[in-house]
Every structure is written in C-alpha cells, then in structure tokens.
C-alpha cells in the first residue's frame, strides 16, 4: 500500500475549517506510519506532511532530547534552523521544560526567543512524549502571519503527535 502527500492547501478561516483539515491530517498521518515503525521516518513524513498542508507555514519540524538538557534537530521542512537549543531557552527549550504546548502569537515579544529565521512572527510547540511519559522532543510549527496559530491548532497538532507517539511504543 503506498501513500502520498496530499496537493490539497486547507482554508483555515475558521475554526470549524481548521478542524476538518486536522481530521484530514490525521487520517493522512495515519496511513502515512501504519505499521511502520522508524522514527526518523515517521517524523519526515509528519513533518512533510503538514509543511505542504497547511496554509500560512514557513518551518515545520521536530527537534529531539538529546541528554538531559538539550534538544537536537531533527528531522524539518523549511529554511535551515538551529541545531542545538538547550532546556528552558526559547519556545522549544520552554515547551520541553514547562511539558505542555506553547502557542505564540508574536515570537518577538517572547522573552529569550531564538531567531532561526528572522521571518518568524508566531510559533506553536506541541512536545513529544515517550513511553515512560518522559519528553523526548518537541514538533515546532514558525509562521511568518503573527498569531498565525490558537487553541485549535494546537489541539489538532497535538491529536497529530499522539498518533506518533504510538509508533514508538
């Protein structure tokens, strides 16, 4: 059985548009890793995925834990990006460190943000959790549309990563 990327750009005008193209993503991402089980691969294709999906996107990625205090690039779709963030700094190492999904509305009034891009005006960050519950990495979204992202992207990202999550387990 093989899968490929959808063509299709989603309107999200609204939040009832956002949730059917989560639904769609979903169902895609689904097909995408059923019964495979690399991580490396999985997280390609999910970022690859939602990087030619949705509208208004100008980085899509994951970046994973490596030790205890610092994420790792990993696999993305976009301009090139910093490779190493340490716990607690910007929104990924933040995200890492509070646990819970960071949604950004202007990345210039954050404090400590990290410029990978400087066209990066907002920023989602859903983190990734282990087997264990432990974080493993974070799946960071940039925008170059200030407030580009809100709570129904961040659920529907989120609902995205939980699908991930499974293929590690």
């Known amino acids: 059985?093989?899968?490929?990327?959808?063509?299709?750009?989603?309107?999200?005008?609204?939040?009832?548009?956002k949730r059917t193209m989560y639904e769609d993503l979903r169902s895609?991402?689904?097909?995408?890793?059923?019964?495979?089980?690399?991580?490396?691969?999985?997280?390609?294709?999910?970022?690859?995925?939602?990087?030619n999906s949705m509208p208004g996107l100008n980085w899509a990625g994951f970046y994973f834990m490596q030790g205890?205090?610092?994420?790792?690039?990993?696999?993305f779709q976009?301009?090139?990006?910093?490779?190493?963030?340490k716990k607690g700094r910007g929104v990924c190492g933040s995200t890492v460190e509070k646990r819970a999904t960071s949604v950004v509305?202007?990345?210039?009034?954050?404090?400590?943000?990290?410029?990978?891009?400087?066209?990066s005006r907002s920023e989602l960050v859903v983190p990734v959790f282990g087997k264990d519950g432990e974080v493993i990495?974070?799946?960071?979204?940039?925008s170059p549309l200030p407030g580009r992202f809100d709570a129904v992207d961040a659920?529907?990202?989120?609902s995205l990563v939980r699908i991930l999550e499974q293929t590690r387990l």
């Open 105 to 119: 509305a202007d990345v210039h009034a954050f404090p400590g943000h990290i410029a990978c891009d400087a066209a």
């Open 155 to 158: 659920e529907g990202i989120e």
């Open 68 to 75: 205890p205090d610092e994420l790792v690039l990993g696999p």
């Open 78 to 85: 976009g301009k090139p990006a910093c490779i190493r963030i």
């Open 28 to 51: 895609q991402l689904g097909g995408l890793v059923h019964g495979e089980h690399d991580w490396i691969a999985n997280t390609a294709n999910a970022s690859a995925l939602v990087f």
């Open 137 to 142: 990495g974070v799946f960071d979204l940039d």
């Open 1 to 17: 059985m093989s899968f490929s990327l959808s063509e299709t750009i989603y309107s999200t005008d609204t939040p009832e548009a």
